[in-house]
């Protein structure tokens, strides 16, 4: 199985903030790979995948980006909505979600 | 749209058996597998098993291989995860995932599973 390792596993950012959050892969995974964002009490949410391919509705602050086994979300400007906790997960084999990331409020 | 709603879950002993079911709707259900990912309380996601568009292949995660079957019936748009031999460690929300390839487009709201005596 292709494990993925994600970092930070929290944040405290300020609205307006740039975020970035990476996820590393135990090999590579030819840019399968996909983020999501889970709010308290939700179910995930799809935000990216193939790396960088935004989801339909899903805000322009958000993108994706790496190859091989390194791949980075950014949030270019955060908004208040945008505090949850995020989940990368490769779809290059069996699929596997890295631990998560929590965004919280500075 | 796309609706999954799981329904099924509840409190079970140890030992016990669980039927989850999911119905679909808004998609044409037979064409696509389906998934089901669990989340303990406060961890994160763990992908726990799939199935073909019509049913003729299945996979499942070690941690429930030999316990959980997953099964579906495109007649009536419906997942099913039956659950045996239940342990503490499968306490969780059960989410019922639609895919485009493997990744997640649509998810179900999820059913708490709770595994105690």
């Known amino acids: 199985d292709i494990q993925m390792t994600q970092s930070p596993s929290s944040l405290s950012a300020s609205v307006g903030d740039r975020v970035t959050i990476t996820c590393r892969a135990s090999?590579?995974?030819?840019?399968?790979l996909a983020w999501y964002q889970q709010k308290p009490g939700k179910a995930p949410k799809l935000l990216l995948y193939a790396a960088s391919r935004l989801e339909s509705g899903v805000p322009s602050r958000f993108s994706g980006s790496g190859s091989g086994t390194d791949y980075t979300l950014t949030i270019s400007s955060l908004q208040p909505e945008d505090f949850a906790t995020y989940y990368c997960?490769?779809?290059?084999?069996?699929?596997?979600f890295g631990g998560g990331t929590k965004v919280e409020i500075k | 749209e796309v609706q999954l709603v799981e329904s099924g879950g509840g409190l079970v002993q140890p030992g016990g058996s669980l039927r989850l079911s999911c119905s679909a709707s808004g998609f044409t259900f037979s064409s696509y597998a389906m998934h089901w990912v669990r989340q303990a309380p406060g961890k994160g996601l763990e992908y726990v098993s799939a199935i073909s568009s019509n049913g003729g292949s299945t996979y499942y995660a070690d941690s429930v291989k030999g316990r959980f079957t997953i099964s579906r019936d495109n007649s009536k748009n419906t997942l099913y995860l039956q659950m045996s031999s239940l342990r503490a460690e499968d306490t969780a929300v059960y989410y019922c995932v639609k895919a485009v390839w493997y990744y997640f487009d649509y998810w179900g709201q999820g059913t708490l599973v709770t595994v105690s005596s």
């Open positions: 090999q590579g995974i030819s840019n399968s």
């Open positions: 997960q490769q779809y290059y084999s069996t699929p596997h």
